[in-house]
């Protein structure tokens, strides 16, 4: 069923009348909640410098429409999840606690780090476990996040409010606004279907693309204001919705520049009027206020399913007078290009109706690709029919091309995560890890969870270059 069809169903069934949100009807008195701001996650400095950072999963009750508590999923709260912040070189562990009554994972999207401590399916937590990956952050500064990913759960488990920020700093970053909760925002993109008593409603596990929400959450706060101290705010906006892709852009249409995607800065400032996001992809931006002003950000709607309809999303108060931020650098510290090496191997993927790869459906007993560490590959991605999107775990990647063209110049930075619109061809230049082994795989996958849930995934094992053919392709366990 497409939005319009469920739409016309939950007109009948008396639903829609659940559904009076704060649309884009331009009126920024509908706004009058302050946005929450995830608190930053404290470690614990162990005596060898490690830094050890507690996350327990529980259930709680929160207020998504305010009077109305109903029950929600969370890390160390009620909903969502902390901001882990950790720089480049820092020795991180995570003790993950499962305090949930059904088991789940953690997984570190955007990390670059061995597949054991990836926290894909292959990593359950148990009720009652507790979960302790651990790792050296060596990637460049970049918004990444974490969430659960329990085969055929993931959709459930995040609509609940499971998810959080990963915020990894680079000592070599230019200039840019970084005082969190001050000039620097984490903004978590969410839709949602509530019901008449606030809770949210809706199967994310059927239908063609799971849940397309009417109500906006950022940061899990419906109707949200943010209060602007500076004159330059940079903000880092994750799309953390089940399948919802937006288009983002301010209510007079000012211009903002757009300075990472999901895995690194680019090399100069972007400046736009509007982005696009799909599930699980991040963009951080720099916005310049004026003293006293209001503004709405809303997501305008496309041309796909996945894309319907305007809404405003978050109202910006700009205080009477502004603290001056530092003038946007015209060079940023962004990772280098991926080159792509001469006779680069080739993958292919054809992403077919909304639960298989290649013909096949995912299966945790399959090995599909195995890559030699340290490889820089192109991956094709072709899609056959409707809105999907393609991350890899693990890697790095650019587009080289979409259909043949060029991506515009906002993303053609670092990434993991990437749309792949309706009967067209990505190709990406992937850039694979150095972490060996031959026995747990790294996930790739389209991010709508309903698809991710059903099979629209597959899996790969980074082997020492020339040990590609002793990795056996079914492995001894069997999960159906
Ligand atoms: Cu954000 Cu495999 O996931
Ligand atoms: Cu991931
Ligand atoms: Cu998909």
Not at 38 to 56: H, Q, S, W, Y
Not at 165 to 185: C, E
Not at 333 to 346: G, L, S
Not at 361 to 387: H, K, Q
Request: aromatic residues 8%.
């Amino acid at each position: 069923m497409n939005r319009r069809q469920f739409l016309a169903a939950a007109a009948l069934s008396g639903l829609a009348s659940a559904c009076a949100a704060p649309r884009a009807t331009g009126d920024p008195a509908a706004f009058h909640t302050e946005l929450r701001v995830p608190p930053l996650l404290e470690p614990e400095v162990g005596e060898d410098g490690t830094r050890r950072f507690a996350l327990t999963m529980q259930r709680g009750r929160s207020e998504i429409l305010t009077g109305k508590p109903v029950e929600t999923w969370g890390f160390n709260g009620p909903h969502l999840g902390p901001t882990i912040r950790a720089a480049r070189g820092d020795r991180v562990r995570m003790t993950v606690t499962n305090q949930l009554d059904e088991a789940s994972t953690v997984h570190w999207h955007g990390m670059r780090l061995p597949a054991k401590m990836d926290g894909g399916p292959h990593q359950m937590i148990e009720p009652g476990a507790t979960w302790s990956p651990h790792w050296t952050i060596d990637q460049p500064a970049a918004t990444s996040w974490y969430h659960p990913h329990p085969h055929g759960e993931t959709a459930r488990h995040v609509y609940r409010g499971l998810a959080g920020m990963f915020i990894i700093d680079d000592p070599a970053t230019a200039d840019l606004p970084a005082r969190y909760g001050v000039d620097d925002f984490p903004l978590i993109l969410q839709d949602k279907l509530l019901a008449e008593d606030g809770s949210p409603t809706g199967d994310p596990s059927r239908g063609t693309f799971g849940i397309l929400g009417d109500r906006m959450l950022v940061n899990g706060t419906h109707a949200a204001f943010l209060n602007v101290r500076t004159e330059r705010v940079r903000l880092r906006i994750l799309n953390g919705s089940n399948a919802r892709m937006y288009h983002l852009a301010f209510a007079d249409r000012r211009e903002f520049h757009v300075v990472g995607n999901d895995a690194g800065l680019l090399p100069t400032p972007v400046e736009v009027d509007r982005v696009s996001l799909t599930p699980g992809e991040r963009v951080e931006i720099v916005v310049t206020f004026t003293a006293g002003e209001q503004v709405l950000l809303r997501t305008l709607s496309g041309s796909d399913d996945i894309d319907e309809g305007d809404f405003d999303l978050l109202k910006f108060v700009a205080a009477p007078q502004l603290a001056a931020s530092p003038r946007l650098p015209a060079h940023l510290a962004a990772p280098a290009p991926i080159a792509v090496p001469p006779n680069a191997v080739v993958r292919r993927f054809r992403l077919n109706g909304h639960d298989a790869i290649n013909g096949k459906e995912m299966d945790m007993s399959r090995i599909d690709e195995v890559v030699p560490a340290g490889a820089t590959e192109i991956w094709e991605i072709e899609n056959t029919v409707y809105a999907h999107n393609f991350h890899i775990h693990e890697v790095a990647f650019q587009v080289l091309d979409v259909d043949g063209e060029k991506p515009p110049a906002y993303a053609s930075g670092h990434k993991d995560t990437v749309y792949v619109p309706p009967k067209s061809t990505v190709r990406l230049v992937v850039q694979f890890g150095r972490f060996t082994d031959p026995a747990t795989p790294y996930m790739y996958h389209c991010h709508i969870l309903r698809h991710e849930d059903s099979g629209m995934m597959g899996q790969f094992v980074i082997v020492e270059p020339g040990t590609e053919n002793q990795v056996p392709r079914m492995t001894a366990t069997h999960h159906i």
